[in-house]
């Protein structure tokens, strides 16, 4: 089994706020038991969902994001734990989660 190089590591998630008409970056690192979010004064240890603060921040903001993003959260933390990605990839599948979140919320009128 490839070693779990990523544990520890803080990582960026941006997004984009209709309520504040611009990406807002949070910070989350990823831990043994899933993820951290460190974001303003919403935020500390989460599941491999990254509930409950990723969506905390999401409703204080009034972000809409699809349904499937704790779930796509969880898939990236097995992914980095069971194939060892590097910060990079972890890095390239947030932004990839945080892109649809943007897609979500650009759909809809601000």
């Not at 941006?14 to 807002?24: I, K, L």
């Not at 990823?30 to 004064?41: F, K, N, P, Q, Y």
Request: charge should be neutral; glycine fraction near 10%.
């Amino acid at each position: 089994m490839p070693q779990d190089q990523t544990i520890g590591a803080e990582f960026t998630f941006v997004v984009y706020s209709h309520r504040w008409g611009h990406d807002d970056t949070y910070r989350v690192r990823r831990t043994a038991d899933g993820w951290e979010v460190l974001h303003i004064s919403i935020g500390g240890p989460c599941d491999k969902r990254g509930e409950p603060y990723l969506s905390k921040n999401f409703q204080q903001d009034s972000i809409r994001y699809p349904g499937d993003v704790g779930q796509r959260m969880e898939s990236l933390w097995e992914r980095a734990h069971s194939q060892g990605l590097s910060r990079e990839e972890v890095q390239a599948g947030l932004n990839e989660i945080a892109q649809a979140v943007v897609a979500t919320e650009k759909k809809r009128k601000p």
